[in-house]
């Protein structure tokens, strides 16, 4: 595949100039213009290029998410000056205590909060690709947020490969985070729960405070578990398949637990009941979830 390419009627499809019309048919017209939702990666550059070609009205922006490799604030600082960074009310860590729990492959809430709020009632212009994932799939070009806040999302490079995006960024010699030529193929959040277990050793190996902050992070979680407050913990019901049954949504439960009779604690991830009553210590549950390699869901609970 290549950004050029021969039609079934003897014409050539460039999906350059489609992306760039793609642009130009959804510019908003209130004035305001697109909110491009700037992340440093190779997605994201070629789109904010696309967008200053199609001649439209925006505004760019990055959300720091404070677990950002320092390589790529160092790039987005240096070569995209006009990108407003915006900074979160807290870090990650204060985060995941506030919550009373782990950010997990089906629970991101960490997307939620650090990531996805910004762009409210507006356009959003993104570097999302139908190749990336099989959820991804699904999404189309142009589509709703399905949280609402009279936000839409247009994804103008949506049918492009990874090789397409390589060949637009090399054609028009656009500078890219190095990060990229020390093998690494997605670059994000440091020890994102998104990413296979391989995928985030190598990354604690590379940034090794950033394993350090998270494990203190689960440390204090776990000193905080048991005193979470009562009113702020949800109950679940205890139907269906499994011993709890789990609400979309509901994270951090207690309930009882038919088999045994018990009252357990514990918050569901995909498949299962996660009792934290099977881990002793926190560096337990450090290991659970480094391996957590549960199907990624393109979820986004609507809750938080
Ligand atoms: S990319 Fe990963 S670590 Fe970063 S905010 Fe989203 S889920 Fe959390």
Redo the contacts with the bound molecule.
Sequence with gaps: MSLKENDLFDGVRDKVKIAIARIKEFEPKDGFGYYVAFSGGKDSIVVKDLVKRAGVKFDIHFNL?T?DPPELIYYVRKYHPEVQIIKPELN?WQLIVKKGML?TRVV?Y??NV??EGSGIGRVVVTGVRWEESAKRKLRRMFEACKNGGNKYYLHPIIDWTDKEVWEYIKANNLPYCKLYDEGFKRI??I?????RTEGRKKEFVRWPKFEQAWQRAFAKFWANWHNYPLEKQRWVSCEGKYPFQPIIGEIRSRGINKESGNIEEGFWTRRRWFDLKGYQTWQELWHWWLQDEEETEDCTMGMF
């Design positions: 998410t677990v990650m950010p991101r960490c997307c650090l990531k994000g959040c020890g994102c729960p998104m990413a």
